[in-house]
Nanobody, 122 residues
Framework: VQLQASGGGLVQAGGSLRLTCAAS????????MGWFRQAAEKEREFVGR???????YYDDSVKGRFTISRDNAKSTMYLHMNSLKPGDTAVYYC?????????????????WGQGTLVTVSS
């Protein structure tokens, strides 16, 4: 299984971006998928995840601003980011969960993409 994250870039505070995570190989729409991010000199942190049923769960820091969706037919997941803040600057990673219902821990996820950089200027 391979994951390809794309869509990152430079955006001004208050702006929007949409990240895409395309999965290939022996993927399954039955597993959860998640987004994580890692800012410079910080640990990777949970952003949100979408279960196989389509239910979503977000970290409080992005709740109300970020939305995750998935298109199982295309093996693709999206992260819609609105009202971006400089604190959102990070490399964003997508991942496939070990189970249909995965949590917020890194250990809940098995396959990882290479990351895409999001930079939010003030």
């Amino acid at each position: 299984v391979q994951l390809q994250a794309s869509g990152g870039g430079l955006v001004q505070a208050g702006g929007s971006l949409r990240l895409t995570c395309a999965a290939s190989g022996r993927t399954s729409s039955n597993n959860a998928m998640g987004w994580f991010r890692q800012a410079a000199e910080k640990e990777r942190e949970f952003v949100g995840r979408i279960n196989w049923t389509g239910s979503t769960y977000y970290d409080d820091s992005v709740k109300g601003r970020f939305t995750i969706s998935r298109d199982n037919a295309k093996s693709t997941m999206y992260l819609h980011m609105n009202s971006l803040k400089p604190g959102d600057t990070a490399v964003y990673y997508c991942a496939i969960g070990l189970r249909p219902y995965s949590g917020r821990e890194l250990s809940d996820y098995r396959y990882w993409g290479q990351g895409t950089l999001v930079t939010v200027s003030s």
